[in-house]
């Protein structure tokens, strides 16, 4: 059965997995005692980093297997970036600790194949490692891909072998890139640099030029979505920070007493869900953190694991039906979607946005009313009429909001006279008013 298919049958059935046995929660595939580095999943492949022993790969359409082909490199590997390369082909780019034995801090493999040094245009002198690659596939060659090696970002241009600086970092280090093939030219740099320790920028021009739209931290990773890709999530040492309005406001939607220091954060487009991970961040803790909000980072619920070592990649992919991958450093490599696995049943205390239902005018009506509602927090919300039996007629608002005072008008249609609800909610906070319909 699709996963898709499933997932939608279980929250109709209101049934959700409740084990806290990782091998029924997460599918297993494999990897244990790998020493894992890195993880990331384009195109249909999954590639998985590691210390000394190269790089495991498998097609995602086969992943039911826990048997991986593996590409050797005798080097400590920080990123990997599996991509389309060519008209049928495809590749696998990965960065790598620098070697006073070996030098190269970028090399290549193409269908598998023995990986090839393609660092021509890196500063090795100046450049100690390659955190993080990701780019755009193109038909006919490489595509164009960005390459973060702590002090600068690097570009390869399609059709060249050799890299090009155009970012330096000053005073600090860039520790995330981040593309998305949806949206062409939209490439966004995430670290800490100058004396404010923070930043993030984006390019909607492959690189060209930038916009500095940093929320308050350090970020270490980025995922976006919406018009433009004007809304953004960003993991920022130590907290989530959101954006609608393409940063030019931010709102801090994971603010937790535990002290959790989030590094990974990735979307899951279809379902509007955000996973994180972390550790929590006590002196004597290291214990890995894995989160999930239902409702784009409103109210959040922490994911039962029964592993303890550091989880180092965290991805969404589509294909198939909406599976979030997880890599361990030592148990392995796992798949999961988050409604099939066990929770907290109580929502993690974090800081809730505020609004107000004002109510509706005129109160009773025939046929139309004006709905009234204020915001103060940016928030995902949902306003929805009620009958008197607790079952929903409509949903009239299901989106982010910024602040501000709304108005939105209500037409009762064919509705029998009688007690209506508005109710106005966002996550497990929710205010409801009585309307009254007379025809």
Same mark, same amino acid.
């Given at each position: =059965?699709?996963?898709?298919?499933?997932?939608?049958?279980? =929250?109709?059935?209101?049934?959700?997995?409740?084990?806290?046995?990782?091998?029924?929660?997460?599918?297993?595939?494999?990897?244990?005692?790998?020493?894992?580095?890195?993880?990331?999943?384009?195109?249909?492949?999954?590639?998985?980093?590691?210390? #000394?022993?190269?790089?495991?790969?498998?097609?995602?359409?086969?992943?039911?297997?826990?048997?991986?082909?593996?590409?050797?490199?005798?080097?400590?590997?920080?990123?990997?970036?599996?991509?389309?390369?060519?008209?049928?082909?495809?590749?696998?780019?990965?960065?790598?600790?620098?070697?006073? #034995?070996?030098?190269?801090?970028?090399?290549? #493999?193409?269908l598998g194949g023995e990986f090839v040094s393609n660092s021509s245009g890196i500063d090795y002198e100046h450049s100690f490692s390659v955190r993080d690659i990701d780019g755009f596939p193109d038909p006919t060659i490489c595509g164009e891909t960005y390459a973060v090696t702590g002090d600068a970002l690097y570009r390869r241009n399609y059709s060249d072998t050799t890299w090009t600086k155009i970012r330096e970092a000053y005073e600090g280090s860039f520790l995330t890139v981040k593309t998305n093939i949806e949206y062409p030219g939209v490439v966004m740099l995430g670290g800490a640099t100058g004396f404010a320790g923070r930043l993030l920028e984006k390019s909607t021009d492959f690189g060209e030029t930038w916009n500095n739209i940093s929320p308050a931290g350090a970020v270490t990773d980025i995922d976006f979505t919406g018009d433009s890709a004007g809304v953004i999530f960003a993991a920022a040492y130590p907290d989530v920070f959101r954006t609608t309005d393409n940063g030019a406001n931010w709102e801090k939607i994971f603010v937790n007493d535990e002290q959790y220091i989030i590094n990974r954060i990735v979307y899951d487009e279809y379902n509007h869900f955000l996973v994180v991970t972390g550790f929590e961040g006590h002196w004597d803790s290291n214990k890995p953190v894995l989160l999930f909000s239902p409702d784009w980072g409103d109210i959040w619920y922490e994911i039962n694991l029964d592993?303890?070592?550091?989880?180092?990649?965290?991805?969404?992919?589509?294909?198939?039906?909406?599976?979030?991958?997880?890599?361990?450093?030592?148990?392995?490599?796992?798949?999961?979607?988050?409604? =099939?696995?066990?929770?907290?049943?109580?929502?993690?205390?974090?800081?809730?946005?505020?609004?107000?239902?004002?109510?509706?005018?005129?109160?009773?009506?025939?046929?139309?009313?004006?709905?009234?509602? #204020?915001?103060?927090?940016?928030?995902?919300?949902?306003?929805?009429?009620?009958?008197?039996?607790?079952?929903?007629?409509?949903?009239?608002?299901?989106?982010?909001?910024?602040?501000?005072?709304?108005?939105?008008?209500?037409?009762?249609?064919?509705?029998?006279?009688?007690?209506?609800?508005?109710?106005?909610?966002?996550?497990?906070f929710s205010e409801t008013k009585k309307m009254m319909l007379l025809r």
């Open positions: =059965m699709n996963i898709r298919f499933l997932i939608q049958f279980l =929250m109709a059935s209101g049934f959700f997995l409740t084990t806290n046995n990782y091998s029924q929660q997460f599918e297993y595939l494999g990897l244990a005692g790998k020493n894992i580095t890195s993880l990331s999943v384009n195109y249909n492949l999954i590639a998985v980093g590691t210390d #000394s022993s190269g790089v495991y790969w498998q097609n995602e359409s086969t992943v039911d297997s826990t048997e991986w082909d593996n590409i050797p490199l005798n080097r400590t590997i920080l990123s990997v970036y599996p991509h389309k390369s060519g008209p049928i082909g495809w590749a696998i780019t990965a960065g790598v600790e620098k070697s006073l #034995s070996d030098s190269g801090l970028i090399f290549c #493999s193409y592993f303890d070592d550091e989880i180092v990649g965290l991805e969404y992919s589509g294909y198939g039906g909406e599976w979030i991958y997880l890599a361990t450093r030592d148990s392995g490599v796992f798949r999961f979607h988050p409604l =099939m696995v066990s929770t907290d049943e109580t929502p993690l205390p974090i800081s809730t946005a505020k609004f107000k239902l004002i109510g509706n005018y005129p109160n009773p009506f025939n046929p139309e009313t004006l709905i009234k509602y #204020s915001v103060s927090e940016t928030v995902h919300l949902e306003l929805s009429i009620f009958d008197v039996l607790g079952r929903r007629i409509i949903n009239l608002v299901n989106s982010v909001v910024a602040p501000g005072e709304y108005e939105v008008n209500f037409e009762a249609g064919s509705l029998a006279s009688g007690i209506y609800y508005c109710k106005l909610s966002s996550g497990s």
